[in-house]
């Protein structure tokens, strides 16, 4: 379908890469929230989380533990809990994180240009919200998908239209909705659903990788003042 300019999309926004950067500090809060729950030193590197929602890295962190016959979703519920207190009391303190000034102002230009705007994030809500809030940006979003509603990005994006219809009584097609993100899965997600993507890439040996899945868009960053026009074009 061409671009029509006139034609409201939906633009879904990622939080960590993308909006924000957390440094490692959301990482090591969700390796020392399992280290403690479990008694097994555990260290999540960048590869076990980028991409992926706190429930489904910390299955998956469990499951390499070998301690299977433990895994519930009490012991899930009580890592998550753990490690949104830690989150509270610490992500605000600490100086790594930061955020990313380039997807502002895209997200500017897709407000300005009339496009409706929404969360689409692998963290809990009330995680997201904590990290959104530091940087005075979580009350731009009218709503989100979260880690609390699907254990993948593919299963998302059903979600987010549903809540596009409750929350903003619109309806748009999977062609009208657009995922800004950073890694092989939202561009991955991107692809499978029909939605179109605009990946920015923070990780330079990421590059290739995203690029096979081919991507609408695939940028350093996102200050590119013409780059909504470069979606269709
Ligand atoms: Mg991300």
Known sequence: ????????????????????????????????????ETGQDIELGYNDVAGFTDLSITRHALSNLNIDGLISPRLLDVILERYLA???????????????DDCIAFLNTVENAGHATCLFTGNMKSVAKIKLSRFGIWDRFPFGVFSDDAEDKNSMLRIVQERAWDVLEESFRMEQMVVVGDTVQDAEAAKENGCKSVIVCRVAEKKEAIDDVGPDILVDDLSDPDLLNRLYH
Do not use: C, N
Not at 4 to 24: A, E
Not at 86 to 100: D, G, I, L, W
């Open 1 to 36: 379908m061409p671009w029509q300019g006139s034609l409201k999309h939906l633009f879904l926004f990622d939080v960590d890469g993308t909006l924000v950067s957390p440094g490692g500090v959301s990482r090591g809060l969700l390796s020392r929230a399992i280290t403690y």
């Open 86 to 100: 830690y989150v509270k009391s610490e992500f605000t303190q600490s100086a790594e994180p930061f955020v990313h």
